[in-house]
Every structure is written in structure tokens, then in C-alpha cells.
């Protein structure tokens, strides 16, 4: 299932974070309702047949070609829904990016890599990259703008 992290969900509006939560809860309710059936399954290269619910990896293998049909379009319907969710999830990250990516904001490193380090924002390089100056390494880096807002947090200095 395609959840949005803590994290950037405080970065939605709040008209992002209904519209978030109704897809939500219409994806919940359509995996209730609509249920998959156990089907046939047959691996014609092992020579293997067995019967379970088909994940939507297992497709290819369904015998009946209706039970085929009606498996790829509830996980077709599943995708359109985290689709949604993902264009959501994207305006988040360009929100997060907007707020912690300005010149002269101090950012602590998240991820074990880095912990804990904290790089000054010294400017926009091009489109994608921002150039960090490392406080206590005395080192610049050029990262991408992605990477900067999943690996990086704004320093109580900088709010």
C-alpha cells in the first residue's frame, strides 16, 4: 500500500491532506469490497500448479482467462489509486524542498551517513542541484535537490 511518510505529510495543505485522505479511504474500502478469488495457477516452465489468492506478480500465471481479466483490472484500479497518491506525495517534496532549500539555512543530516553533520545551504547551482558548505568539515558538496530534502532537516537554528 502507498502511505505518505509523517514527515512530508506536515508539508501538504490542508485541501492535500483531505483529498489524501479520501483516497485513501476509497482504496481501503475497495479492497474490502472486491475481494480476489482463489484461483489456478500453473507454471508451465516448472511444471508447478497451485491455488491461492494472485498477487499481482502471479498474473501471468492464472489458467482461466477471466479470473486473468478480473485480476489485472482490480490491481489496475489498486495502481490508479497510488498513482494519486503519488502526485500528492510530489507536491510535498516540492513544498519541502521550497521551505528547507533557501540560501543561508543551516541542515542537519538525517540518515547514518551523515548523522547529525550540519551543512549550510550556500546557493542554487543549476535546475536539480544545490551547493552545501559543511560546517564541520569545511568541505562543499553538490547534491541534488531530492536528496537534500529526504536525507537532510531543517536545524533549530534555521526555523
Not at 519541502?96 to 543530516?109: D, Q
Not at 549550510?120 to 558548505?133: A, C, H
Request: with cysteine.
Amino acid at each position: 500500500m502507498k502511505y505518505i511518510n509523517k514527515e512530508i505529510q506536515q508539508y501538504l495543505s490542508e485541501e492535500q491532506l483531505k483529498s489524501y485522505e479520501e483516497i485513501k479511504r476509497k482504496r481501503i474500502e475497495f479492497i474490502k469490497k472486491n475481494k480476489l478469488p482463489v484461483v489456478k495457477m500453473n507454471s508451465r516452465w516448472n511444471k508447478r500448479i497451485w491455488h491461492a489468492v494472485p498477487k499481482k506478480r502471479n498474473i501471468y500465471y492464472i489458467e482461466n482467462k477471466d479470473d486473468k481479466e478480473n485480476a489485472s483490472r482490480y490491481y489496475k484500479r489498486i495502481s490508479e489509486f497510488d498513482e494519486k497518491i503519488k502526485k500528492i506525495e510530489k507536491q510535498g517534496w516540492e513544498r519541502k524542498e521550497i521551505a528547507i532549500c533557501k540560501p543561508g539555512n543551516i541542515i542537519v543530516a538525517t540518515r547514518y551517513w551523515r548523522k547529525n553533520e550540519k551543512f549550510l545551504i550556500q546557493e542554487k547551482v543549476d535546475r536539480d542541484n544545490y551547493s552545501l558548505f559543511g560546517i564541520s568539515s569545511s568541505r562543499t558538496l553538490t547534491l541534488k535537490w531530492y536528496d537534500v530534502v529526504k536525507y537532510f532537516m531543517l536545524s533549530e537554528i534555521s526555523k
